[in-house]
């Protein structure tokens, strides 16, 4: 009788912990939405327009994107300097990593046992390397590929000079016309969002009794191959 009783307190536990995951999920993809907005916002560039609604569309109702493509082939494409739209191509593999992880194609899982502990684990480093990158890649002329973390001062800079002079940044137009500062603090609102995706991944983790390992950015890019 104790047995039985243990048993649906562990299908309850399971159950509970399954409809957490799901939730999860659910945030994943407001939060890429609004990564997405802020991104095209700050990268215009860098984004089909014309695609724009399609993707967020299949992100809020949680359709496949198709070519069946690795999520890690649409990230490699976000990072690829000779890659017009870099910006749809990051957004895109995020939610193919989430949509693939979350096993969305299957349906709800009844329990947390339907999920695979090690696919998350490798997501969650994932999204800590790319939060990374995002802020650090650049091209082979010394070009961010992103701008997200600099204010515009700091673009400028990047854009039209090899040297730091005290002249060459006092005379760059943000700074000139007083619109910013060289005091003024960084845009940390991209962070900000993967850190919260970061969060819901390792919150999932939690719901399967599982943690993720605090590595170096050096030794989560070796178990990532990204």
């Not at 690795?70 to 976000?78: D, G, R």
């Not at 989430?98 to 709800?108: L, M, V």
């Not at 973390?149 to 005379?171: A, G, H, P, R």
Request: aromatic share 12%; with cysteine; hydrophobic share 40%.
């Amino acid at each position: 009788m104790a047995c039985t009783s243990n048993q649906k307190a562990d299908h309850l536990l399971q159950s509970n912990s399954a409809t957490i995951i799901s939730k999860d999920f659910e945030a994943l993809c407001t939060l890429l939405v609004k990564y997405k907005n802020i991104l095209d916002l700050r990268n215009p560039k860098l984004s089909d327009k014309s695609q724009t609604n399609e993707i967020i569309f299949k992100i809020q109702n949680h359709i496949n994107i198709l070519p069946s493509n690795s999520y890690k082939e649409y990230l490699a494409k976000a990072f690829n300097e000779k890659t017009k739209y870099k910006s749809d191509y990051l957004i895109l593999g995020l939610y193919k990593m989430f949509y693939q992880a979350y096993n969305i194609e299957e349906g709800h899982h009844i329990t947390a046992l339907g999920y695979d502990a090690k696919t998350f684990k490798t997501m969650y480093y994932t999204l800590k390397v790319l939060r990374w990158k995002i802020r650090n890649a650049k091209d082979k002329n010394g070009k961010f590929l992103f701008a997200t973390w600099q204010l515009n001062w700091q673009l400028e800079f990047n854009k039209n000079y090899n040297n730091i002079t005290v002249d060459n940044i006092k005379n760059l137009p943000s700074l000139k016309s007083k619109r910013e500062s060289i005091m003024n603090h960084s845009n940390f609102n991209f962070e900000i969002i993967i850190t919260n995706m970061i969060k819901r991944v390792n919150d999932s983790l939690e719901a399967m009794g599982e943690e993720p390992l605090h590595l170096s950015i050096t030794a989560m890019k070796a178990i990532i191959l990204l």
